[in-house]
């Protein structure tokens, strides 16, 4: 199994813009789909987005779509999630995980905490004015 780190957490004004990223050491990312979850105080780890072990299919929960985008950069074997116009409702600690399906896992629907692995830190995404 991979070993997840995220990075690109921060302070960010509503309606400015942050990009994650989810990088591996150990194993790499290439044959796994890729889910990014976040946890807000008082609040259970939710899914926000997934992508497909072969790219061709993603997910985005309901509150973040037209605003975040995620993507794979195969040569780096990096998984970014672009988050623009950010609102203060998504502040929370956000974490990458890798699929535990024994075959393809194709992101038709929000990414579960228990269909996931490997997760790492975390980094904490911060919206105020």
């Known amino acids: 199994q991979p070993r997840l780190v995220e990075s690109g957490g921060g302070l960010v004004q509503p309606g400015g813009s942050l990009r994650l990223s989810c990088k591996a050491s150990?194993?790499?990312?290439?044959?796994?789909?890729i889910g990014w979850f976040r946890q807000a105080p008082g609040k259970e780890l939710a899914g926000v987005s997934c992508?497909?072990?072969?790219?061709?299919?993603?997910f985005y929960e309901d509150s973040v779509k037209g605003r975040f985008t995620i993507s794979r950069d195969r040569a780096s074997d990096t998984v970014y999630l672009q988050m623009n116009a950010l609102e203060p409702e998504d502040s929370a600690i956000y974490y990458c995980?890798?699929?535990?399906?024994?075959?393809?896992?194709?992101?038709?629907?929000?990414?579960?905490?228990?269909?996931?692995?490997?997760w790492g830190q975390g980094t904490l995404v911060n919206v105020s004015s």
């Open positions: 992508i497909s072990s072969d790219d061709d299919t993603t």
């Open positions: 995980a890798v699929d535990r399906a024994l075959g393809p896992y194709h992101c038709l629907a929000s990414p579960s905490p228990g269909d996931f692995q490997s």
């Open positions: 150990g194993v790499g990312l290439r044959s796994y789909a």
